[in-house]
């Protein structure tokens, strides 16, 4: 969606909340993501994907094209909830291949048995790889993981990770120098 587009449904959803769905269905998918990958953990993502769209349909009224794009101040709400799901003494750690597929997360398998085997001993092998750097991200303090799965999950730039953080770019530049330094020291 272009910066324009954006805008216009911003005004449009501040008038009449149902122009929001445009924006939401946009927006959701990347949303849960960043979720899903902060997290490994499906209900929790969607539990923050929700609670990010709830908040921004909310305040959506108070929002200002100033120097935060509609997507940066979504993300920083998102941001914002993952850090609180991280603060409640219960948050649950992340799941196993096994307890995905018992809440319904299933890899797509072609009809030949063979290539079934070799993709999902693939899946399994970029699964493992995927939590074994979760968890070592996952042992980082939070706005060192903020920035990594901003910078290398989301692809954002550092302009943006600056917006959606309320920080300057230098100090984002410095965060993440410090939160590659800290994963190399974990070797």
């Given at each position: 969606m272009?910066?324009?587009?954006?805008?216009?449904?911003?005004?449009?959803?501040?008038?009449?909340?149902?122009?929001?769905?445009?924006?939401?269905?946009?927006?959701?998918?990347?949303?849960?993501?960043?979720?899903?990958?902060?997290?490994?953990?499906?209900?929790?993502?969607?539990d923050?994907?929700?609670?990010?769209?709830f908040?921004?349909?909310?305040?959506?009224?108070?929002?200002?094209?100033?120097?935060?794009?509609?997507?940066?101040?979504?993300y920083?709400?998102?941001?914002?909830?993952?850090?609180?799901?991280?603060?409640?003494?219960?948050?649950?750690?992340?799941?196993?291949?096994?307890?995905?597929?018992?809440?319904?997360?299933?890899?797509?398998?072609?009809?030949?048995?063979?290539?079934?085997?070799?993709?999902?001993?693939?899946?399994?092998?970029?699964?493992?790889?995927?939590r074994?750097?979760?968890?070592?991200?996952?042992?980082?303090?939070?706005?060192?993981?903020?920035?990594?799965?901003?910078?290398?999950?989301?692809?954002?730039?550092?302009?943006?990770?600056?917006?959606?953080?309320?920080?300057?770019?230098?100090?984002?530049?410095?965060?993440?120098?410090r939160?590659?330094?800290?994963?190399?020291?974990e070797?």
């Amino acid at each position: 969606m272009d910066l324009e587009r954006e805008r216009d449904l911003v005004k449009q959803a501040q008038k009449d909340p149902a122009a929001f769905a445009e924006l939401y269905d946009h927006y959701y998918p990347k949303i849960f993501g960043y979720a899903l990958r902060r997290t490994a953990d499906i209900e929790a993502a969607q539990d923050i994907t929700s609670e990010t769209f709830f908040k921004a349909l909310r305040g959506l009224w108070r929002f200002r094209w100033r120097s935060v794009s509609f997507s940066s101040w979504l993300y920083r709400i998102a941001s914002n909830e993952t850090v609180q799901y991280f603060r409640q003494p219960d948050y649950r750690k992340p799941a196993s291949l096994d307890a995905l597929r018992e809440q319904g997360f299933e890899p797509a398998a072609p009809d030949d048995p063979h290539s079934e085997l070799v993709e999902a001993q693939e899946e399994l092998d970029r699964h493992r790889e995927f939590r074994r750097v979760q968890e070592r991200i996952a042992r980082l303090p939070a706005k060192y993981q903020e920035v990594i799965a901003l910078r290398y999950f989301e692809q954002k730039q550092l302009k943006e990770i600056a917006e959606i953080l309320g920080k300057k770019e230098g100090t984002v530049k410095s965060l993440i120098h410090r939160a590659i330094e800290k994963l190399r020291e974990e070797e």
